[in-house]
């Protein structure tokens, strides 16, 4: 009686173990009928809320100073029209600032230097679309002489996502219902489902000779549509 009585007490002089200390594990349920393995493609289209573009100025001169003092007064004016059309400044980034030398090669001779070129690019996301094509004609007026894009995109595309998974997921189920009822089955349950990623199936840019037809008259942007897709691998059990 008196161990007895020892072992309760040690028993109940121990701390009891939290419930969130326990460990429990659980096994994945094994397939018992047939595993038929799938893959989904879900779409939307969307038309783009913003236009990403690249301008900048290239300036030429004797010397370096003259170069790099022409480049910096051109692009002020650049920029201060940007800001006048209403382009926040968030939205406004330069991307490179260059300046190289020139050279004449003569048959036989030393290169001579001949001057210096500079050049300073920026990238600017329009928000408003609609206004891009003028702010491009007023960027060529104030002294930008390369303008590269533009790129479309869209500026929160997760809505438009999570839209293309759920029809990826709706387009794989159907498919292996469609299997199952052609082996005299049904679809008892989704095994996994593994996402190989979203993205976006932008437009081709304006190709070069576009672009310089362009410049010679009022510039219009056509924002047309982009494709979001989102591909899945879903694995069933048929039963």
């Known amino acids: 009686m008196e161990k007895l009585l020892a072992a309760l007490l040690i ?11 326990q460990v429990t594990t659980t096994l994945a ?4 009928g047939t595993r038929i393995d799938v893959t989904a493609t879900g779409e939307v289209t969307r038309v ?14 004797t ?12 692009m002020e004016r650049v ?19 260059h300046l190289n030398p020139e050279y004449r090669y003569g048959e036989n001779q030393p290169p001579q230097l001949v001057g210096y070129t500079a050049s300073n690019q920026v990238t600017i996301r329009f928000r408003d679309i609609g206004a891009s094509g003028r702010i491009l004609d007023s960027l060529v007026a104030q002294g930008a002489n390369q303008i ?11 809505v438009a996502l999570d839209e293309a998974r759920a029809n990826a997921v709706a ?4 498919r292996a219902e469609l299997y199952a009822r052609a082996l005299g089955k049904r679809v008892t349950r989704v095994i996994s489902v593994s996402e190989s990623g979203g993205h976006f199936r932008p437009p081709p840019p304006m190709p070069m000779a576009e672009r310089a037809m362009a410049a010679q008259a009022d510039t219009q942007i056509v924002l047309g549509e982009q494709k979001l897709e989102v591909s899945l691998a ?3 059990e048929l039963q």
């Open 11 to 21: 028993t109940t002089a121990l701390p009891a173990v939290p419930a969130a200390a």
């Open 29 to 32: 349920q094994p397939i018992t």
């Open 48 to 61: 783009p809320d913003i236009a990403v573009i690249s301008a900048g100025v290239v300036t030429r001169s």
């Open 63 to 74: 010397t370096a100073s003259g170069a790099i003092q022409e480049n910096a007064q051109r």
């Open 79 to 97: 920029i201060a029209a940007l800001k006048r059309a209403g382009v926040a400044d968030r939205d406004i980034q330069t991307t490179s600032i």
């Open 148 to 158: 590269n894009g533009p790129t479309m995109t869209i500026e929160h595309p997760e």
């Open 171 to 174: 387009i794989g189920r159907k």
């Open 234 to 236: 879903m694995v069933f």
